[in-house]
C-alpha cells in the first residue's frame, strides 16, 4: 500500500498519519516488530548492523561503524558506492543479527555498506524531489520502451536520493535486449540506469493491491519468501480447478493454496485409499467426491438394479467394506451400509429473532441500602 491509495477526498494521508513524510511508499509493508524493545539489553556486545527499508518495502542492511545514535524510524544516509541513498530505519540491536540469520545473508560473509550520517534537511528536500519525479519516469520510460517494441513492461522506477541513478523494475517473459533503451533513457532522463528483472509475484507485492478476500495482498504486507505452488495444493483441498478462481493478481497460483495444505495432508492419512473400487455381491461401487470435514466419502454404484446412483458412506465402513473385500468376503449389499439422507445433510443452525423481546434494563438492578448490622454485646449475668 502506498501513500497515493491511503487518502481521503480531501487529499490528507490517513492509515499511518505520517501524511507522506517518510517517502518509501511502503506503510504496512513487511512490518519489522522490535520484541526486545521493552527488556534490557544484558548482552554487552552490541551489533553495529541496522536494518534499513526503502521504496516499496525494500529492505538492506547495512553497518555503523562511526557508533551513530540512530533509532528505528531515522532517516539514515547510507553509502552506494558511488553516490548515496537515503533510507528509514526499521530495527536495530540484537534483532538484526537474528534477521540477518533468518534470511541467510551471514553465510556468504557480505560485507553491508556503511551508515554516512543522519539525514539532514537537504537530504530529505532532495530526497523528495527525486520521489515526485518517479511517476513522470514511469510513464515516458513505458512510452519509450514501447517504441523500442521490446516485449517488456516496465513495473515502478525507483530514483536515488541523490538524483544521480535510477532502478527501472520489468517483467519479461523471455530475455530482452535493452542496451538502446538503456542508452535511450539515460539520455532522456539524465540518470544513470540500472534494468532489474522481477518475476510476476514480485511485481504484485511491489505495487500492492487488494485480494478476492478483501484484505491487502499477502506478498505486498508481510509474505517475504515466495514458495511454489502447485495444482495438487487444490485437488488435496477438494477445490475445483478453476483457474480463474485459484489466479492471483499476479496470474499465478494464489500463495494462500499453501497456507492449509499441511492440515488437509494430514488428514487425509486418515482417509481409505479412492482407488480401490467397492464390491459386493451384486454391485460395484467407484469414489466420486470426499468431505474432509465431514468425513464422507460418495461412491457412484453400478450393478443389476442400480446404474449411477450416488451413495454416501463413512470412512469407517468404507475401510470395513475394503477389508471384506480383501478378505474375499464380500457384503450383500451397500444399503446396510450407506448413511441415510437425513445423515447426510448438515444440521441447520437454529436462529430465533429476539430483537424488541429483552428489555434493555434488565440488567439494571435496584441497590437498597442495607442497615449495618451492630454486634451488641450481651450481659453475661
Not at 498519519?17 to 513487511?30: D, I, V
Not at 487425509?268 to 467407484?286: G, H, I, R, W
Not at 446412483?309 to 446396510?336: L, W
Request: net charge positive; glycine share 6%; charged share 30%.
Amino acid at each position: 500500500m502506498s501513500c497515493s491509495t491511503c487518502t481521503n477526498k480531501s487529499g490528507i494521508k490517513k492509515g499511518c498519519k505520517s501524511n507522506g513524510s517518510c517517502l518509501t511508499f511502503g506503510c504496512n509493508q513487511r512490518t519489522t516488530f522490535n520484541w526486545l524493545n521493552n527488556i534490557d539489553q544484558v548482552i554487552v556486545d552490541k551489533t553495529k548492523s541496522i536494518e534499513v527499508s526503502f521504496k516499496n518495502g525494500r529492505k538492506q542492511f547495512f553497518n555503523n561503524p562511526l557508533d551513530l545514535p540512530i533509532y528505528i524510524g531515522d532517516n539514515v544516509a547510507i553509502d552506494c558506492k558511488p553516490g548515496y541513498d537515503i533510507g528509514v530505519v526499521t530495527l536495530t540491536g540484537e534483532l538484526v543479527k537474528h534477521q540477518i540469520q533468518r534470511k541467510n545473508q551471514n553465510k556468504f560473509n557480505q560485507r553491508f555498506n556503511k551508515v554516512l550520517r543522519k539525514a539532514t534537511s537537504e537530504d530529505i528536500a532532495l530526497w523528495k524531489s527525486s520521489r515526485e519525479k518517479e511517476s513522470n519516469i514511469t510513464i515516458r520510460s513505458r512510452e519509450l520502451a514501447s517504441k523500442t517494441n521490446l516485449k517488456m513492461k516496465i513495473s515502478d522506477v525507483e530514483v536515488r536520493a541523490d538524483n544521480k541513478k535510477a532502478i527501472f523494475y520489468y517483467t519479461a517473459e523471455n530475455r530482452v535486449d535493452f542496451r538502446e533503451l538503456i542508452k535511450t533513457l539515460s539520455n532522456e532522463f539524465s540518470l544513470k540506469v540500472e534494468m532489474k528483472q522481477i518475476g510476476s509475484r514480485q511485481e504484485s507485492s511491489m505495487l500492492g493491491g487488494i485480494g478476492s478476500c478483501g484484505r491487502e495482498l499477502c506478498c505486498s504486507s508481510w509474505m517475504t519468501d515466495f514458495r511454489s505452488v502447485t495444482t495438487s495444493a487444490a485437488r488435496y483441498q477438494q477445490l475445483s480447478l478453476n483457474p480463474q478462481k485459484l489466479s492471483g493478481q499476479c496470474g499465478k497460483l494464489k500463495c494462500c493454496l499453501n497456507y492449509e495444505l499441511n492440515h488437509y495432508v494430514e488428514k487425509l492419512k486418515d482417509f481409505p485409499s479412492t482407488k480401490k473400487k467397492l464390491f459386493s455381491k451384486s454391485e460395484k461401487a467407484s469414489h466420486i467426491k470426499t468431505d474432509i470435514f465431514r468425513e464422507l466419502m460418495w461412491y457412484s454404484v453400478s450393478g443389476e438394479d442400480k446404474k449411477g446412483a450416488v451413495v454416501c458412506f463413512d470412512i469407517k465402513k468404507v475401510k470395513e467394506i475394503q477389508a471384506m473385500n480383501e478378505t474375499g468376503k464380500n457384503p450383500y449389499k451397500f444399503s446396510d451400509f450407506t448413511l441415510k439422507p437425513d445423515d447426510q445433510t448438515e444440521k441447520e443452525i437454529e436462529y430465533s429473532n429476539v430483537v424488541g423481546q429483552d428489555d434493555l434494563k434488565r440488567f439494571d438492578k435496584s441497590f437498597k441500602q442495607k442497615k449495618q448490622k451492630t454486634n451488641r454485646k450481651k450481659d453475661i449475668k
